[in-house]
């Protein structure tokens, strides 16, 4: 056999070998979505901050049937939080998106559409991300600090647009899953609480645009217990901006020796 005939099959695996690098490349780092493993290597990804805070956040909106109402009891219970939004929406919505810097809230960059990252595709999601942040400068007169991307997916691609746009990725420390059929508002609850800790980020939803319809009523329903049970144990609510989120951080212990206090769930509230 010749030198040129042995080297033929190497050189015919190179595309090969490209692709399982590029899909490596994109899959890889969404290994960031595992809790634990964001919480003990990646702390500032995980949200963890200021250990006498609690960092309150909301994805997907906004939605005028059901950011309002949140924006409302946000309001009874002056507490302020981050909403990270999806551009697409804040561009059907500007005045509700102005309405919540109105009312003291932070707007972050949630992507522009609630799409999967299936494939990799690091140009598109440039330009998504890109372009959603234009929309969010846009409406709050200030370049906006936080990503976080749809299902908290950090692909390769995800977090170069993130880079190229000048964004910090955060995902959260604790979450409610209220965006299933079955959520009710002690469910919401008591899955926040089981992660929660004084420094941690609680992702929840103010719309169930891209979840089970109405199951944004079992999270408006359950805030006044989050914020009071938080307030009880010696913590403050408040938005990322106030989190003072750094890489060393780490979920801070609870200050009177209490979490979340079981208190009867409140109706959710009528606007």
């Known amino acids: 056999m010749s030198r040129r005939s042995q080297k033929a099959p190497v050189l015919g695996r190179l595309p090969v070998t490209a692709a399982a690098l590029a899909v490596a490349a994109h899959i890889v780092p969404a290994g960031t979505w595992l809790p634990e493993l964001r919480r003990q290597v990646f702390p500032a990804l995980a949200g963890l901050g200021d250990p006498g805070h609690i960092a309150l956040t909301f994805d997907d909106g906004p939605d005028p049937d059901s950011t309002p109402c949140f924006l409302d009891t946000l309001d009874r219970l002056a507490t302020r939080a981050t909403f990270f939004v999806l551009g697409e929406s804040l561009l059907r919505h500007p005045e509700l998106g102005r309405d919540i810097i109105r009312r003291g809230h932070e707007l972050a960059v949630h992507g522009w559409t609630h799409s999967r990252p299936w494939l990799p595709a690091p140009s598109r999601d440039i330009r998504a991300v890109a372009r959603a942040a234009a929309a969010v400068r846009d409406i709050s007169g200030t370049g906006p600090r936080w990503y976080r991307p749809p299902y908290g997916i950090l692909t390769g691609g ?50 169930d645009r891209a979840a089970e319809p109405g199951c944004w009523r079992a999270t408006l329903a359950m805030l006044p217990d989050l914020v009071d049970g938080c307030r009880s144990a010696g913590l403050t609510v408040g938005p990322l901006a106030e989190h003072g989120v750094r890489p060393g951080a780490a979920a801070g212990p609870l200050r009177h020796g209490t979490w979340l206090p079981s208190t009867p769930f409140c109706a959710p509230f009528s606007r």
């Open 158 to 207: 995800r977090w170069l647009a993130a880079a190229r746009s000048g964004l910090r990725p955060v995902l959260w420390s604790a979450w409610g899953r209220d965006w299933t059929a079955d959520a009710t508002p002690d469910s919401v609850l008591r899955t926040v609480r089981r992660d929660l800790r004084g420094g941690g980020t609680v992702l929840l939803h103010d719309t």
